[in-house]
């Protein structure tokens, strides 16, 4: 069975001091956890080089928040995947909502990106989910399924990590009821195709839920946001137990 995929999305926090502080804090606390979970987190471009070092010997892995689909190129300010293979990066965030939102990011480009990181040989973790307003409209299920379907076309579903984060339980502490995330989950299950896809649920992932989600048949693994950024936090979060059925 494949593990479960715990990741910190540290977003635009964090030095390359409080990288390297968060390191020193947080690796005693996760050296015991089960076999069955990989942890990875994903600190701005500018700590990615401070955490690698510091994470060096751990299982822990590391993310980018985003990349680019050229490999280099007349593209200022932009990062590419063999850019981040050197500093032992392993996985990619493309498709997040932030990005979609402030720099207009496209389907297109989104899947763009994910080839271009499975290419190098980075797994994509390609995150999609409605905003409030396609929630409250119905759209919700038709908004996810297209970002699903453009996201995912022409990539290896084996080497991928899809993640729902409904965009109204981003940052709000209103975290989607379990039930209703796993649902969704299913769904894009079956738009991928592929049934052994790793899914993530992602929006407002806390200490105090975090039990709940993974309980749920069809949720692998959480994107977390804030509760990240603290060391405990994101330990007891990575700990998660789910009730053992008989
Ligand atoms: P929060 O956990 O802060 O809601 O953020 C979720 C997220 O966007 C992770 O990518």
């Known amino acids: 069975m494949?593990?479960?995929v715990i990741a910190g999305n540290w977003k635009m926090h964090m030095t390359c001091a409080e990288a390297r502080a968060f390191a020193e804090?947080?690796?005693?606390?996760?050296?015991?956890?089960?076999?069955?979970?990989?942890?990875?987190?994903?600190?701005?471009?500018?700590?990615?080089?401070?955490l690698s070092e510091a994470l060096s010997g751990s299982a822990i892995k590391i993310s980018s928040q985003n990349v680019h689909w050229d490999g280099s190129g007349a593209y200022t300010g932009m990062i590419s995947a063999p850019m981040l293979l050197e500093h032992g990066v392993t996985h990619a965030i493309v498709g997040h909502s932030e990005?979609?939102?402030y720099y207009?990011?496209?389907?297109?480009?989104?899947?763009?990106?994910?080839?271009a990181a499975q290419e190098a040989g980075l797994i994509p973790i390609?995150?999609?989910?409605?905003s409030d307003a396609q929630r409250e409209s119905g759209e919700a299920e038709r908004v996810i399924r297209r970002q699903v379907e453009q996201g995912v076309d022409g990539l290896d579903p084996a080497a991928l990590v899809v993640a729902y984060e409904p965009i109204w339980a981003i940052g709000t502490g209103k975290t989607c009821a379990a039930a209703e995330a796993n649902r969704i989950c299913a769904l894009i299950r079956g738009w991928v195709g592929f049934p052994e896809i790793t899914i993530q649920y992602g929006g407002s992932v806390k200490a105090d839920n975090i039990d709940q989600l993974m309980a749920q048949s069809d949720i692998d693994g959480v994107l977390v946001g804030g509760a990240s950024?603290?060391?405990?936090?994101?330990?007891?979060?990575?700990?998660?137990?789910?009730?053992?059925?008989a």
């Open 2 to 4: 494949a593990k479960a």
């Open 25 to 50: 804090a947080f690796l005693p606390l996760v050296a015991d956890l089960p076999s069955d979970r990989e942890v990875i987190l994903a600190p701005p471009f500018t700590a990615i080089a401070a």
């Open 99 to 101: 990005p979609r939102k």
């Open 104 to 115: 207009s990011e496209t389907d297109e480009q989104i899947n763009h990106r994910a080839r």
């Open 126 to 130: 390609l995150c999609v989910g409605e």
């Open 229 to 245: 950024l603290d060391p405990a936090g994101f330990a007891r979060i990575a700990g998660y137990q789910v009730p053992v059925t």
